[in-house]
């Protein structure tokens, strides 16, 4: 088990430019989850999947966030047209329903914090 | 909606006090309810969970437990120690068990640091 991954760990871009985020989750996870983070507050849900399938979005994902999880394994969360209000920390976080019961524990990253210049 | 209310930091404590860090929250139905924990340079882990009213969690000496009547859940370890200067989310997950979205809602946290 070698944990959620997430890549890369830090970007820095400038307004206007698209950036992509990559989470690996635990590999016998089928539910990933993208949250965002920023300085001072608690991480806030983004969306949700289970297997391949986007079950969820938050009203925070606006049309310029797109998240994709082609194959049920790996999921990549792209930001278009940058803002400097993008700028958080980007948490990834599996879990998986039929291990040890659905008590709604969520295993994290160590995120990718975005700067927007 | 659901929500989770925190008490205001920052703390600063001495090694060896006692901690209490307090967690209110708003939910339909029976929530689980987590503590997570995220040390300097590293990504959120879980401290410890409750999943049903009177249960208690506990782990590394910290404690909390499931409080229905009140609403809430919080945190108490009975001497602190340097190591546990760490920033700390309450949480809850509204749908465990029934195969729905188990996301988490969270506390805004609160950093607490212990000084030698």
């Known amino acids: 088990d070698t944990g959620v991954s997430q890549d890369p760990r830090h970007k820095i871009t400038k307004r206007g430019q698209n950036v992509t985020f990559r989470c690996d989750p635990i590999?016998?996870?089928?539910?990933l989850y993208w949250y965002r983070q920023t300085l001072g507050q608690g991480p806030e849900f983004l969306t949700y999947?289970?297997?391949?399938?986007?079950?969820?979005k938050s009203r925070l994902l606006s049309d310029r966030f797109s998240a994709e999880r082609p194959k049920g394994s790996f999921s990549t969360l792209e930001i278009q047209r940058t803002e400097q209000g993008d700028s958080a920390m980007y948490l990834c976080?599996?879990?998986?329903?039929?291990?040890?019961?659905?008590?709604?524990?969520?295993?994290f990253g160590e995120g990718s914090r975005l700067t927007v210049l | 909606g659901n929500s989770v209310t925190q008490m205001e930091g920052p703390v600063t404590l001495s090694e060896e006090a006692f901690l209490t860090i307090n967690c209110t929250y708003t939910?339909?139905?029976?929530?689980?309810l987590f503590w997570y924990v995220q040390y300097p340079g590293e990504g959120l882990q879980l401290l410890l969970k409750a999943t049903k009213a009177d249960d208690k969690g506990s782990n590394k000496g910290f404690e909390a437990t499931y409080r229905k009547e009140t609403t809430s859940f919080h945190l108490e370890k009975g001497s602190v120690q340097v190591s546990d200067s760490a920033v700390y989310f309450c949480?809850?997950?509204?749908?465990?068990?029934?195969?729905?979205?188990?996301?988490?809602?969270f506390g805004k946290g609160i950093t607490l640091s212990v000084r030698p």
């Open positions: 949480a809850l997950s509204a749908a465990p068990r029934t195969g729905a979205n188990s996301k988490l809602t």
């Open positions: 590999s016998e996870h089928n539910r």
């Open positions: 999947f289970q297997n391949e399938a986007q079950l969820e």
């Open positions: 939910a339909t139905g029976y929530p689980s």
């Open positions: 976080a599996s879990s998986s329903p039929w291990l040890a019961g659905d008590f709604g524990e969520l295993f």
